[in-house]
């Protein structure tokens, strides 16, 4: 059974620190391009950053770059999302999600299409 659980959110004011992370299990987490999405109230989700499988490769929304880092540890079957200088529109609920294969190439690592398994879930809040 595949499961992908999120840790981590909380409460933070304007210009602190979170750190994400979800530990997945039931499939070979280490074959999987893994990838952080978030949902503020009334928007859509949308990408944050995404760890390549293959060549350690990492992607970012240009809104968080230089603040957010995407790191994973293949042994632990865990990936991670440090969040530093934090924002109230960082605000929202953190959905990590793991993809593979013809799917997640056609639609690309920034595409919540192109992801099969997501987690349920946590919600960061930042305060101003």
């Known amino acids: 059974q595949v499961q992908l659980v999120e840790s981590g959110g909380g409460l933070v004011q304007a210009g602190g620190s979170l750190r994400l992370s979800c530990a997945a299990s039931?499939?070979?987490?280490?074959?999987?391009?893994m990838g952080w999405f978030r949902q503020a109230p009334g928007k859509e989700r949308e990408f944050v950053a995404a760890?390549?499988?293959?060549?350690?490769?990492?992607y970012y929304a240009d809104s968080v770059k230089g603040r957010l880092t995407i790191s994973r540890d293949n042994a632990k079957n865990s990936v991670y999302l440090q969040m530093n200088s934090l924002k109230s529109e960082d605000t929202g609920v953190y959905y990590c999600?793991?993809?593979?294969?013809?799917?997640?190439?056609?639609?690309?690592?920034?595409?919540?299409?192109?992801?099969?398994?997501w987690g349920q879930g946590t919600q960061v809040t930042v305060s101003s």
């Open positions: 999600a793991a993809g593979v294969g013809s799917r997640l190439l056609v639609a690309g690592v920034t595409k919540s299409l192109g992801y099969d398994y």
């Open positions: 039931g499939f070979t987490f280490s074959g999987y391009t």
């Open positions: 760890s390549a499988f293959i060549g350690g490769s990492t």
